[in-house]
């Protein structure tokens, strides 16, 4: 079993910055890729971005150019640094880890709240 908490959440103004924190621990062997997901209210949970174990990264097309994931292997953590945010990326994000030859995602964050004010 594996436990994700994520840290980094906050209120920043448009054009602000925030990194995201998602620290795994337990049975972190068994993770392929991470990825961060967000939810607006009211709408469903989409995929920010994702990152495999040997650094693969795919973003979703709003958010290229200004949010990049990262991975720290050694201390089982993945960020989220996002750069010239928008009132539209207001969300609770969230940390998810997908184990080795899982077909979905295996575990979920508790989610953290990036508010951006205009």
């Known amino acids: 079993q594996v436990r994700l908490v994520e840290s980094g959440g906050g209120l920043v103004q448009a054009g602000g910055s925030l990194r995201l924190s998602c620290a795994a621990s337990?049975?972190?062997?068994?993770?392929?890729?991470m990825g961060w997901y967000r939810q607006a209210p009211g709408k469903q949970r989409t995929l920010v971005a994702t990152?495999?174990?040997?650094?693969?990264?795919k973003y979703v097309d709003t958010v290229k150019g200004r949010f990049t994931i990262s991975r720290d292997n050694a201390k089982n953590t993945v960020y989220l640094q996002m750069n010239s945010l928008k009132p539209e990326d207001t969300a609770v994000y969230y940390c998810?880890?997908?184990?080795?030859?899982?077909?979905?995602?295996?575990?979920w964050g508790q989610g953290t709240q990036v508010t951006v004010s205009s």
């Open positions: 998810a880890a997908k184990f080795l030859k899982a077909d979905t995602w295996s575990e």
């Open positions: 337990g049975s972190v062997s068994s993770i392929n890729t």
């Open positions: 990152i495999t174990s040997s650094g693969t990264t």
